[in-house]
């Protein structure tokens, strides 16, 4: 059974730091890019970065760049989001996701085969 579990949400003030995990369970996750979106009610879930499987290349939604880092550890199974310089336009529920394929199509979330179950972010002004 395919599982992306995330931790690390929270509640936090505009400005500060979170980080978000997820761990990844049932596959060999090792050579499936993962990444990040995230959905707000009433609106569709949103690309936030993406990491292929070698670590080496990585996709950011222009609202992100500069201020979330995506990585994944050594074993790759494992994948984490740096935000930092939080707004509070970045409230949401963030998914942790996987694929086979990476690049531009992950911006396009019905081509993605694996979710998680989602954490909150709650960003105070």
């Known amino acids: 059974q395919v599982q992306l579990v995330e931790s690390g949400g929270g509640l936090v003030q505009a400005g500060g730091s979170l980080r978000l995990s997820c761990a990844a369970s049932?596959?060999?996750?090792?050579?499936?890019?993962m990444g990040w979106f995230r959905q707000i009610p009433g609106k569709e879930r949103e690309f936030v970065a993406s990491?292929?499987?070698?670590?080496?290349?990585?996709l950011y939604a222009d609202s992100v760049k500069g201020r979330f880092a995506i990585s994944r550890d050594s074993a790759a199974s494992t994948v984490y989001l740096q935000m930092n310089s939080l707004k509070p336009e970045d409230t949401a529920v963030y998914y942790c996701?996987?694929?086979?394929?990476?690049?531009?199509?992950?911006?396009?979330?019905?081509?993605?085969?694996?979710w998680g179950q989602g954490t909150q972010v709650t960003v105070s002004s």
């Open positions: 990491i292929d499987w070698s670590r080496t290349h990585t």
């Open positions: 996701a996987a694929d086979e394929t990476f690049g531009n199509s992950w911006k396009n979330l019905y081509t993605i085969n694996y």
């Open positions: 049932g596959r060999a996750f090792g050579s499936y890019a």
